[in-house]
């Protein structure tokens, strides 16, 4: 698996974007376009979450200048702020229903559980009460928050129905990540499913970024 981040700034009306270069200037660009030769690649998931949810403010010299991250009520005001874009170089893989089945039947029931697919596609869980999800550059895909036996646990895995229609939501939130290059996607509602054959084979031909400017 290949994968980098950019970092891009976007403006409160989302109709210009900036992207970080190499020696740490700003250029003109689409938001989340491919990778151009000189841009700044970010590998490591915690210097790139250092960057998102930054205020930039602009500057004659440097095109734009990074401030401290926003506030929690800020992203209501207006103002430009970064963004971690998330650039696939390598085919995708598909989502493992068994993996899945497995990560689900591992937990423990009591604990608000979220389940989510990584940017590798396997299946992982955090306690929701005390680990970070807004801004996780980890989550590429997050289901419901569940704590009951019914969906968590041993007894979850018996549960056919319930765990191909979870499986049939985290392939379409997967295949919405790969087509905007957006984390933290929220798994669609089972009424938009497609079937399963119908989403493989999709993902199976889904061409990754070029690296034909890096």
Known sequence: MNITFSIDALSPAADKAWRLQQDDTWRECTYAEPLQTNDARITDKHTAEHWAGRRMQKDNDLGLIAKDKAGMFDFLMRGTFAHAVLHRLSAAPIPDKKQMIQATAALAPGTAWLIYLNTAAQFKAIDANHSKIIGNLDIA??????????????????????????????????????????????????????????????????????????
């Open 141 to 214: 895909v997050r289901g419901e928050i569940a704590s009951s036996a019914d969906y968590i646990g041993e007894k979850s895995s018996l549960n056919e129905a319930l765990m191909q229609n979870t499986y049939l939501q985290f392939l379409g939130g997967w295949l919405e990540h790969l087509n905007t290059s957006n984390m933290g996607i929220f798994i669609p509602d089972v009424e938009k499913l497609k079937e399963e054959s119908e989403y493989t084979n999709i993902i199976q031909n889904w061409q990754p970024e070029s690296e034909s400017n890096a």
